[in-house]
């Protein structure tokens, strides 16, 4: 069946990185747009970037020149390099795979910013 594993969260401190992975199975991957979502305590989930089968991006204003989405067809994987973090960026990450009317969801990995 369709799985998507999250990998690569953390503790970290503010100015810090992390780099958060998702790999995917039972999907024809390079087809799908990929993307990452996060919900924090007391807020909606909301779109933090997503990355279409051709290559192209797209990222919320919040972490615009500080996170960098990629994928690696061949590996199945999808990276979330997230730089230059802030208390604001903590909260629970969750890979996102779509195509068409379809979407599948991973489990969460947990990212907290915090000195």
């Known amino acids: 069946q369709v799985q998507l594993v999250e990998s690569g969260g953390g503790l970290v401190q503010p100015g810090g990185s992390l780099r958060l992975s998702c790999a995917a199975s039972g999907i024809m991957f390079s087809i799908y747009t990929m993307g990452w979502y996060r919900q924090a305590p007391g807020k909606q989930r909301e779109l933090v970037a997503a990355?279409?089968?051709?290559?192209?991006?797209n990222y919320a204003d919040s972490v615009k020149g500080r996170f960098t989405l990629s994928r690696d067809n061949a590996k199945m994987t999808v990276y979330l390099q997230m730089n230059s973090l802030k208390p604001e960026d903590t909260a629970v990450y969750y890979c996102?795979?779509?195509?068409?009317?379809?979407?599948?969801w991973g489990q969460g990995t947990q990212v907290t910013v915090s000195s």
């Open positions: 996102n795979a779509a195509f068409q009317s379809v979407d599948y």
């Open positions: 990355i279409t089968s051709g290559g192209n991006t």
